[in-house]
């Protein structure tokens, strides 16, 4: 099976309808399809593909990791708290979550291994990141703790 990256899937053709869809099309596809169709909402599949995804976004540093989430319209990152072996980052306007309902839950998972995929890839050692807030579970963005091992 042939890889694909970031420099086969950015050759869009799409005359009639160009680039742009509404978010609605990616909440199917992340809730409605892998959240709910799943096993476990998913969560093994979106640590597997979130993870798979950081390591191919070609990212060589955190600044670039986060100016990446804001182009990509990921959403807007910002680092709440910093040490050598800890990250706390925030995701305003998040993608996924942002103008939902409190359901309780919080369901951003695929972000977080998005990220911890990236850093893996720029620090070379084992990252960990969790979700520990998000617009689902009430709270005002989704933030994310990074831990470096
Ligand atoms: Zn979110």
New binding site residues.
Partial sequence: MKKLGMAEIAKINRPKLGRQVPLEVFRMLRLVGIRGGLPMGGKSITATVGREIGKNLGCNSLEELLQLLQTYRIGIPSILERSDNHLLIA?DD?L???GMDNIGEK??DL?GAIIEGALTAIIGKTVRVTEIK??CNGDEA?VYEVRIY
């Fill in positions: 995701l998040c996924v979550c942002k369901v951003c972000e998000c617009n989704c």
